[in-house]
C-alpha cells in the first residue's frame, strides 16, 4: 500500500516555520551590535590562547566564526532557530568564562580570578545583553503564539 504524498519532515507547519520564518524583530540590531563587541573582544586573546592551550584558541576562533555567522543570519533573516543559536552560544560563551576564571578549564589557568580584564569585561557584558535579548524574543515569540487571533511574527 502506498501513503498518499504530502509534506513531511520539515516540510510543514510549526516545525518549518521555526527555520523559515523571519521574524524582523527590533531587537536583532542591538543583537547583532552585541555579537560584534563579542567577536572584537575575543580577537586580541586568540594568540595567547592557541599559545596557552591551543583547544583554547581555537575555541575562541569557533566563537568570532559564530559572532559573524550570526550577524550575517539576523541581518538577512532572524527566524527562531536563529535567535535559540544566538542564545545557546551566548550562554556557553558566559558559562566558559565564569568557568575560566573560577576553577579554570583543562590546561589553562591563567584566567583563574582575571575577572577585571578589558577584554573579559567586554566579551561578559556583550554576551549577557546577547543572551538576555535572544531569551526575550524568543518568550515573546512563544507566548504570542499560543494567543488567539496572533498572526504573524510576534518578537517585533
Known sequence: MSRPSGNRGLGSGAVQNFFTIALRSSWRWLAMLMLLVSAAAHLPVVGPGLTDAVYV????I???LADFVLIVRLWIHDSPAIWVLMATITGLALLAYVLSRTVGLP???DYIGDW???PGLASIA????GCIVAFL???RL???AHRPGQ???AAR
Not at 126 to 129: C, G, I, L, R, T
Request: hydrophobic share 60%; charged share 5%; aromatic share 8%.
Open 57 to 60: 584558541g581555537v575555541l575562541f
Open 62 to 64: 569557533m566563537l568570532i
Open 107 to 109: 590546561q589553562s589557568s
Open 116 to 118: 577585571v580584564s578589558l
Open 126 to 129: 556583550s554576551e549577557a545583553v
Open 137 to 139: 524574543v524568543l518568550v
Open 142 to 144: 512563544f507566548s504570542n
Open 151 to 153: 498572526v504573524g511574527p
